[in-house]
């Protein structure tokens, strides 16, 4: 891929970081979510999923990739180990959605503890099938939102200089097939090692 979204790079900014939960606590309110509790994905979706936890007074826990590999070997860090989420509604937190599917996981993981999970909310997403795909496979199927995506960033991109015409033209090309943009560029797909992560 020619383009590396950096949402970490966010952190160090309070005024940004406010106005991430901020778009986030609209999303949940517009989209009438009502969680009961926020879970940001390891790692990148904890910090705003507890800052947005913080603006809506919520209760928040996040969700490993794969569980502790000692001590209670928790999933879920937030939670009692001899607990669950009891029913309640929960909003999953990621910072970016590309395919899809480690978020699809984490709200597997959300179901697995007994809560529900009907929403993934992140700050970015590339707009890809593969991940509207992964939500909708998901039993029941998961909607998702994001605060900006790739067309509206390539829009502003283009409209404010910051990149020039090949560089816009080039993340276009890889827009229209991002899968087979990297052998067409010398970048060929990697061979997927054991089991699905």
């Given at each position: 891929?020619?383009?590396?979204?950096?949402?970490?790079?966010?952190?160090?900014?309070?005024?940004?970081?406010?106005?991430?939960?901020?778009?986030?606590?609209?999303?949940?309110?517009?989209?009438?979510?009502?969680?009961?509790?926020?879970?940001?994905?390891?790692?990148?979706?904890?910090?705003?999923?507890?800052?947005?936890?913080?603006?809506?007074?919520?209760?928040?826990?996040?969700?490993?990739?794969?569980?502790?590999?000692?001590?209670?070997?928790?999933?879920?860090?937030?939670?009692?180990?001899?607990?669950?989420?009891?029913?309640?509604?929960?909003?999953?937190?990621?910072?970016?959605?590309?395919?899809?599917?480690?978020?699809?996981?984490?709200?597997?993981?959300?179901?697995?503890?007994?809560?529900?999970?009907?929403?993934?909310?992140?700050?970015?997403?590339?707009?890809?099938?593969?991940?509207?795909?992964?939500?909708?496979?998901?039993?029941p199927p998961c909607r998702?939102?994001?605060?900006?995506?790739?067309?509206?960033?390539?829009?502003?991109?283009?409209?404010?200089?910051?990149?020039?015409?090949?560089?816009?033209?080039?993340?276009?090309?890889?827009?229209?097939?991002?899968?087979?943009?990297?052998?067409?560029?010398?970048?060929?797909?990697?061979?997927?090692?054991?089991?699905?992560?």
């Amino acid at each position: 891929m020619p383009v590396y979204n950096d949402n970490r790079m966010f952190l160090f900014h309070p005024g940004t970081r406010r106005s991430i939960a901020r778009g986030l606590a609209e999303i949940v309110a517009d989209r009438g979510i009502a969680p009961e509790v926020v879970a940001g994905t390891a790692t990148a979706g904890i910090p705003h999923g507890a800052l947005l936890a913080d603006l809506v007074s919520l209760p928040f826990i996040y969700i490993r990739d794969k569980p502790k590999a000692h001590g209670l070997r928790n999933r879920i860090e937030g939670l009692d180990a001899d607990s669950d989420l009891e029913g309640r509604r929960v909003v999953v937190i990621e910072d970016l959605i590309s395919t899809g599917g480690s978020s699809a996981r984490a709200v597997e993981a959300v179901r697995e503890a007994n809560g529900l999970c009907g929403w993934c909310l992140s700050i970015f997403s590339y707009g890809l099938e593969k991940a509207e795909e992964e939500f909708a496979a998901l039993d029941p199927p998961c909607r998702f939102e994001s605060l900006l995506t790739f067309p509206v960033l390539l829009d502003v991109a283009r409209e404010g200089g910051f990149l020039s015409r090949e560089q816009i033209s080039l993340l276009e090309e890889w827009r229209e097939d991002p899968f087979g943009w990297g052998d067409r560029h010398g970048f060929p797909q990697a061979e997927r090692q054991g089991p699905r992560s």
